[in-house]
């Protein structure tokens, strides 16, 4: 079984600063790939950045950027130059390789970007 | 391309009832599944499906049957609703080709039973 944790509930972050959502997850598998997904107040669940579990080389999407840390079982991310759009609900989940491919969800950080 | 569809998007039910959610998705994917998604929590997986005629359960399905007679489409039904159901829905489908399996998430059903 996969375990994702999210230790942060709530965290808010001013305009156009840099703000660090933290994620742990627990797996024996070896292969699986890591995700964080955004939710806007729409509710639709956006893809923001994935990792592949194999690759040390961190993902980067425009300000969005991880820490992989495999060893420790982190799975950070980074948001840059904060906007008022980004205010939404964020998701670290794991998937493993093989199998029905489901995602495993932590419980989320809610993030509201102060103009 | 509409991408994944999800009907209705709100829905009242009154405790005993019965109701079918529709998760309609055009990119030809294989897999096809159904969360739930409760105040405080994560997504949590009801049942997925790998291909069509195929079912399967997932961490939580308790009270809900579900069937895949087409591969576009994917239904969640539950047969005599429970207060303990009322959440969100997400449908989401992929390509089960392997590698990369990122999950396309339809826009959620709002279920409340009373």
């Known amino acids: 079984a996969q375990t994702v944790t999210q230790s942060q509930p709530e965290m808010s972050v001013q305009e156009a600063e840099t703000v660090t959502l933290s994620c742990t997850y627990d797996?024996?598998?070896?292969?699986?790939?890591l995700f964080w997904y955004k939710q806007p107040p729409s509710r639709q669940m956006i893809l923001v950045i994935r990792q592949e579990a194999y690759k040390q080389q961190n993902a980067t999407e425009n300000r969005f950027s991880v820490n992989f840390q495999k060893a420790a079982k982190s799975f950070s991310l980074k948001i840059s130059d904060s906007q008022l759009g980004d205010t939404a609900m964020y998701f670290c989940a794991s998937q493993l390789k093989t199998g029905a491919n489901n995602l495993f969800f932590g419980t989320g950080t809610r993030l509201t970007v102060i103009p | 391309n509409a991408g994944v569809t999800q009907t209705p998007k709100f829905r009242v039910l009154k405790t005993g009832q019965s109701m079918t959610l529709l998760c309609a998705q055009d990119?030809?994917?294989?897999?096809m599944y159904w969360y739930r998604q409760d105040p405080g929590m994560g997504l949590r997986l009801i049942h997925y499906?790998?291909?069509?005629?195929?079912?399967a359960k997932g961490e939580v399905p308790d009270g809900y049957n579900v069937s895949r007679l087409k591969k576009q489409n994917f239904l969640l039904g539950l047969e005599s609703a429970a207060p303990s159901q009322t959440s969100v829905y997400f449908c989401?489908?992929?390509?089960?080709?392997?590698?990369?399996?990122?999950?396309?998430f339809g826009p959620g059903t709002r279920l409340l039973v009373l």
């Open positions: 990119m030809n994917h294989e897999y």
């Open positions: 797996t024996s598998e070896s292969n699986y790939y």
């Open positions: 989401a489908s992929s390509s089960g080709t392997g590698g990369w399996e990122t999950q396309y």
């Open positions: 499906s790998v291909g069509e005629g195929t079912t």
